[in-house]
């Protein structure tokens, strides 16, 4: 299999092999995440104190959803929908019962949201400065934004492994 970054074709040059790169990370996740039980969905690690899949992938889910909120603007329904980001107590919200093919559909849904913001985006554009964070406010540029979407899924892509490698250990020796 060959791995390269092109951009799609009715997007910028940039702004396409930005979008690529959020592409392969969220078919890398469909993948590890594929054929999941609702019960290793829910699996919060050895000492139940890890947060599970569930929670990590609504999370991603979130997060995108805010970055293409920034880049295109949406109805602030929607943010209500999936939020918050972050629970009273500072941790993200707990999610269980929630199957792998909804937390999926949800989570394709908003990175077609993404799709169609990047469509609509010149390479210019995405020098355009956005602020962002839920304590502090910072400020990011899109270009900075559209790559912070894949290399946060990524990173919690390997929460996920963690998390699938210590479930898989319980099954096999409770």
């Given at each position: 299999?060959?791995?390269?970054?092109?951009?799609?074709?009715?997007?910028?040059?940039?702004?396409g092999?930005?979008?690529?790169?959020?592409?392969?990370?969220?078919?890398?996740?469909?993948?590890?995440?594929?054929?999941?039980?609702?019960?290793?969905?829910?699996?919060?690690?050895?000492n139940?104190?890890?947060?599970?899949?569930?929670?990590?992938?609504?999370?991603?889910?979130?997060?995108?959803?805010?970055?293409?909120?920034?880049?295109?603007?949406?109805?602030?329904?929607?943010?209500?929908?999936?939020?918050?980001m972050?629970?009273?107590?500072?941790?993200?919200?707990?999610?269980?019962?929630?199957?792998?093919?909804i937390?999926?559909?949800t989570?394709?849904?908003?990175?077609?949201?993404?799709?169609?913001?990047?469509?609509?985006?010149?390479?210019?554009?995405?020098?355009?400065?956005?602020t962002?964070?839920?304590?502090?406010?910072?400020?990011?540029?899109?270009?900075?934004?559209?790559?912070?979407?894949?290399?946060?899924?990524r990173?919690?892509?390997?929460?996920?492994?963690q998390?699938?490698?210590?479930?898989?250990?319980?099954?096999?020796?409770?």
């Amino acid at each position: 299999m060959l791995y390269d970054l092109k951009g799609e074709a009715n997007m910028a040059p940039v702004v396409g092999m930005l979008y690529s790169a959020v592409k392969e990370n969220s078919q890398r996740l469909q993948r590890i995440t594929d054929g999941m039980s609702l019960e290793e969905i829910d699996y919060k690690g050895p000492n139940h104190n890890f947060n599970s899949t569930a929670q990590l992938i609504k999370h991603i889910t979130y997060v995108d959803l805010n970055w293409v909120y920034r880049i295109n603007g949406l109805p602030q329904t929607l943010k209500e929908q999936h939020g918050p980001m972050i629970d009273e107590h500072g941790r993200l919200p707990m999610v269980q019962g929630v199957s792998w093919s909804i937390l999926m559909s949800t989570y394709e849904g908003v990175i077609a949201m993404l799709k169609d913001a990047c469509t609509q985006l010149t390479d210019d554009d995405l020098a355009r400065i956005v602020t962002f964070g839920h304590e502090n406010e910072k400020q990011a540029t899109i270009r900075w934004g559209i790559w912070h979407i894949a290399d946060h899924s990524r990173y919690h892509q390997a929460h996920i492994n963690q998390l699938r490698r210590w479930y898989n250990a319980a099954v096999e020796h409770p």
